[in-house]
T-cell receptor
Framework: ETGVTQTPRHLVMGMTNKKSLKCEQH?????MYWYKQSAKKPLELMFV???????ENNSVPSRFSPECPNSSHLFLHLHTLQPEDSALYLC???????????????FGPGTRLTVL | GENVEQHPSTLSVQEGDSAVIKCTYS??????FPWYKQELGKGPQLIID?????GEKKDQRIAVTLNKTAKHFSLHITETQPEDSAVYFC????????????FGTGTRLQVTL
């Protein structure tokens, strides 16, 4: 295990539902990322948080709303999604403080989302 | 921005043979190049990485080479085993506090008996 956990692992939702994905890292990192992984496409960076502050929003539609209450937790709130939003959503973390700074990102197992 | 191309998209080798996956990048400022392995039902796991100040790095059966002039880097797996079967992703980034990885499209490696 990499120390990054994601819940739920699988989620099926209708287009009118509201749901949330949760990511938790037990590695003491302070940078956290949301990625979308679709079939036959590169991993798409969605959001970056550093020390709880959002530093990157990669032109993500507003139906995806991230929240980072502290450096260990990251949420992705979902509402009125479309079927094309069905994908594997991956969370990653990275140390970005002092001597621990590294480019290496550690990924969670992902949440497989299906939008009906 | 950075663009990373990865080839081949699928690769089938016999157990014991070598496998090579190649990536090219577009931004000459990129200086960090990791390789990730993703098994079914799991997130990507870092297997090896290289920085622009070295040309080659080895870790047991895995090696990565980097050609900065040509802007390409490759993953080499020797003596392949069935457990090497997975999807492999290359990535590139520029070191910084807002480090962002740009990923290739992935290579599905199948090691057959």
């Amino acid at each position: 295990e990499t120390g990054v956990t994601q819940t739920p692992r699988h989620l099926v939702m209708g287009m009118t539902n509201k749901k949330s994905l949760k990511c938790e890292q037990h590695l003491g990192h302070n940078a956290m990322y949301w990625y979308k992984q679709s079939a036959k496409k590169p991993l798409e960076l969605m959001f970056v948080y550093n020390f709880k502050e959002q530093t990157e929003n990669n032109s993500v539609p507003s139906r995806f709303s991230p929240e980072c209450p502290n450096s260990s937790h990251l949420f992705l709130h979902l509402h009125t999604l479309q079927p094309e939003d069905s994908a594997l959503y991956l969370c990653a973390s990275r140390p970005d403080r002092g001597a621990s700074v590294t480019d290496t990102q550690y990924f969670g197992p992902g949440t497989r989302l299906t939008v009906l | 921005g950075e663009n990373v191309e990865q080839h081949p998209s699928t690769l089938s080798v016999q157990e014991g043979d070598s496998a090579v996956i190649k990536c090219t990048y577009s931004d000459s400022a990129s200086n960090y190049f990791p390789w990730y392995k993703q098994e079914l039902g799991k997130g990507p796991q870092l297997i090896i990485d290289i920085r622009s100040n070295v040309g080659e790095k080895k870790d047991q059966r895995i090696a990565v080479t980097l050609n900065k002039t040509a802007k390409h880097f490759s993953l080499h797996i020797t003596e392949t085993q069935p457990e090497d079967s997975a999807v492999y992703f290359c990535a590139a980034s520029f070191t910084g506090t807002a480090s962002k990885l740009t990923f290739g499209t992935g290579t599905r490696l199948q090691v057959t008996l």
